[in-house]
């Protein structure tokens, strides 16, 4: 375990990339020079079940957790520490911009990317302390090129994209 992520969904079969060994199907990075394995751990927050569906498999290759409401995503952030949050802005019980704020409160350093149907109210969730607004409908190739980006994996961002084919 490291940063409070399992490694029990890690695969065994290893890609070499650099100095890096890959883990082939969740994005376990082990780094041979320290020896540590990171897991890159993806937050969905949405009410919309076919959404989250969708993004469960566009984001197949990332460890991911989901909510359908803005109390049960803020409680999952503070259970799982994810390394990145997608979050929509109308959301039951506390809105995205409330869940920001309150995930911003718990985490300054927290990644919040807001996916939205409703851009007029994307300065709001930017203010709250969201990184940035997608816009829905996304296309696949927008949302990786993003989650790579807020993850700071440009450094292997080929590789990656390789694995999606695009």
């Known amino acids: 375990m490291l ?9 065994t079969s290893l890609v070499k990339k650099g100095n890096l060994k ?12 320290k020896g540590e394995v990171i897991l890159f751990q993806i937050l969905i927050i949405d009410d919309n079940d076919e959404f989250r569906e969708l993004l469960k498999v566009l984001l197949k290759e ?7 409401t803005g ?15 997608l979050m ?9 911009i409330q869940a920001t704020q309150e995930i911003l409160q718990y985490d300054p350093d927290a990644k919040i990317v807001s996916i939205t ?5 994307g300065e709001d969730i930017l203010q709250a302390g969201a ?4 816009d829905k409908p996304v296309e696949k190739e927008e949302l990786i090129e993003r989650v790579i980006d807020h993850l700071g994996l440009k450094k292997i961002k080929d590789f990656i994209r390789a694995l999606y084919d695009f």
């Open 3 to 11: 940063n409070g992520h399992s490694l029990s969904n890690c695969k």
């Open 22 to 33: 890959i883990l082939e199907k969740d994005y376990c990075f082990h780094h041979l020079s």
């Open 62 to 68: 990332f460890d991911l957790l989901e909510a359908s």
């Open 71 to 85: 109390t049960k995503g803020v409680e999952m952030y503070k259970e799982h520490n994810p390394d990145l949050v």
């Open 88 to 96: 929509d802005i109308l959301i039951p019980d506390k809105d995205g």
């Open 117 to 121: 149907a409703y851009p007029d109210q």
């Open 131 to 134: 990184k940035e607004v997608i």
